[in-house]
């Protein structure tokens, strides 16, 4: 067993949390697997050199390596998360490479928490141009071994952390005349696994969001929009390694499981390569994609 979110998960239940569910590997013989290539932003210029960018979530996984590459391409990033170790460390790291980058510890459930967030890199940083609202948790359980409150906890994070922090980020938006509004949802909005009804309907609920604020705030050119990351690597997804598994044998199984699941590129994919699609979607330029989400799973919706 394992606790994730304050939810007694089993074994089973975590496989299936990071899209592994079962973690059957059935058909692999001869399947190739995509090369990785290093991640780069695609051209030479800093796209973001003086924007003020804010993250919630930023202390692991999609949301730091997004705070690295916004930062790396000139951009000046507030960023939040409970664990205040990992955000001192990843402010530190941001810093040593030349960039800029102030941690505030906040909790995207507490309204007064995400409004003191906000406003604090707003006034630290002379206003906002983009945010990333990426805070989330994720585990699979089946519906009816739910209890209200693992619900209510799962969608407080990952739906109203999301409002909240719109809600906060948006007159900042507004008194700059438009920014870029990018949130983390998930191929769970598109498709599920067993015990996805919680985690499934949170990403989902992002969708609408999406739109009706693109439909709100469009013509005050403020565009929103969805990634949604298939399976990648992050802590997130860590904690389907099985008690006891030797590194060896884990990094196998990762292998085997993209061979069998991701058609296209027969792989899982890498937190740099989501915070790459983040970056693109919010670069100048993308004045006409607002109000939709971008699927980045390395072709695993695409098959069947
Ligand atoms: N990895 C995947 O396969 C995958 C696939 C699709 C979508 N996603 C989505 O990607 C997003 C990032 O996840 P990840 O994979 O990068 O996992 P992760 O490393 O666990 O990152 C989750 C981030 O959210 C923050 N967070 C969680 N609850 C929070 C709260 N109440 N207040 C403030 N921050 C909070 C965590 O910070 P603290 O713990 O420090 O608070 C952490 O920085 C999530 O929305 C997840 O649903 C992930």
């Not at 990033?77 to 790291?93: D, H, K, S």
């Not at 906890?153 to 739906?159: C, E, K």
């Amino acid at each position: 067993m394992a606790e994730i979110a304050g939810a007694a998960v089993d074994r089973r239940s975590m496989l299936a949390a990071a899209g592994m569910a079962g973690l059957a590997v059935v058909g692999t013989a001869g399947r190739a697997e995509a090369r990785a290539e290093p991640v780069t932003s695609g051209v030479s210029a800093r796209r973001f050199e003086n924007k003020v960018v804010i993250i919630t979530g930023a202390t692991s996984g999609i949301g730091r390596a997004t705070a690295l590459a916004f930062a790396r391409e000139g951009a000046k990033v507030g960023f939040c998360g409970r664990r205040t170790q990992l955000g001192r460390e990843v402010e530190q790291e941001i810093r040593r490479a030349g960039g800029e980058a102030a941690y505030v510890r906040a909790d995207v459930r507490r309204e007064d928490e995400v409004r003191g967030f906000v406003d604090r890199i707003a006034g630290k940083y002379g206003g906002l141009d983009i945010a990333f609202n990426n805070a989330g948790v994720n585990w699979f359980v089946e519906l009816e071994q739910i209890s209200l409150e693992q619900w209510n906890d799962l969608m407080a994070t990952n739906v109203t952390g999301v409002f909240l922090a719109m809600k906060y980020q948006i007159p900042h938006l507004l008194r700059r005349e438009g920014g870029v509004i990018v949130v983390t949802s998930s191929v769970a909005g598109t498709a599920t696994r067993p015990g996805g009804s919680a985690y499934a309907a949170s990403k989902r609920a992002l969708a609408g969001i999406v739109q009706a604020a693109a439909l709100d705030y469009g013509k005050k050119n403020i565009r929103t929009v969805a990634i949604a990351p298939g399976t990648i690597r992050t802590p997130i997804f860590e904690v389907n390694r099985p008690a006891g598994m030797s590194d060896e044998d884990w990094e196998v199984e990762i292998v085997k499981w993209g061979k069998a699941n991701v058609d296209a590129l027969g792989r899982i994919g890498r937190p740099e390569e989501v915070a790459a699609s983040v970056l693109a979607a919010a670069q100048p330029g993308q004045s006409f994609l607002t109000g939709t989400e971008i699927i980045v799973d390395g072709g695993m919706t695409a098959g069947l």
